[in-house]
T-cell receptor, first 112, second 110 residues
């Protein structure tokens, strides 16, 4: 099993450009999450999903959209990138409520 | 907002020494989890302790939970250079999400 994978690993964007980050898991997990990690800020939850077709806002959702059309995939979109969105983005999945989360390797995004 | 807060923010020890990190939280929890993050990598789950448990062991890891003080500690015994990483606590309070602290950076020197 590959676990949780993220695409791409690294990306440079110009302000105003759009992009989609893809997260895929092969563990048949119900719950999926998108976090961003900035120096000194720990992990902050952007959006999450409790099952196929569902999405919900986390702590810092502004400027991002998500979709979970298939159970194994969770997409994070930036419609108009801003320098403040420069960060490392992590996806995670969880089988059921209260269990451990499995993290992907991260996507480094630089917005110029 | 952050639920768990780790202490200290950074810890530097020699190989063979023990490392202790603490986590405090604010609201009642169902469980508390510890994760490790090597530089530039995703987080890896270490151990989960439920609210009705007081202590748990896994290899060289020992976790304690004091719900009356809303605090937990992670002890790594006989540290190795490979233990160098950031360590995060995360709390589950019955909702669909975990709340992570800001982490403790551990440096283990040979």
């Amino acid at each position: 099993n590959a676990g949780v994978t993220q695409t791409p690993k690294f990306r440079v964007l110009k302000t105003g450009q759009s992009m989609t980050l893809l997260c895929a898991q092969d563990m048949n997990h119900e719950y999926m999450y998108w976090y961003r990690q900035d120096p000194g800020m720990g992990l902050r939850l952007i959006h999450y999903s409790v099952g196929e077709g569902t999405t919900a806002k986390g702590e810092v959702p502004d400027g991002y959209n998500v979709s979970r059309l298939k159970k194994q995939n969770f997409l994070l979109g930036l419609e108009s990138a801003a320098p403040s969105q420069t960060s490392v983005y992590f996806c995670a999945s969880m089988r059921t409520l209260g269990e451990t989360q499995y993290f992907g390797p991260g996507t480094r995004l630089l917005v110029l | 907002s952050q639920q768990g807060e780790e202490d200290p923010q950074a810890l530097s020890i020699q190989e063979g020494e023990n490392a202790t990190m603490n986590c405090s939280y604010k609201t009642s929890i169902n469980n508390l989890q510890w994760y490790r993050q090597n530089s530039g990598r995703g987080l890896v789950h270490l151990i989960l302790i439920r609210s009705n448990e007081r202590e748990k062991h896994s290899g060289r890891l020992r976790v304690t939970l004091d719900t009356s003080k809303k605090s937990s500690s992670l002890l790594i015994t006989a540290s190795r250079a490979a233990d160098t990483a950031s360590y995060f606590c995360a709390t589950h309070s019955g909702y669909s999400t975990l709340t992570f602290g800001k982490g403790t950076m551990l440096l283990v020197s040979p």
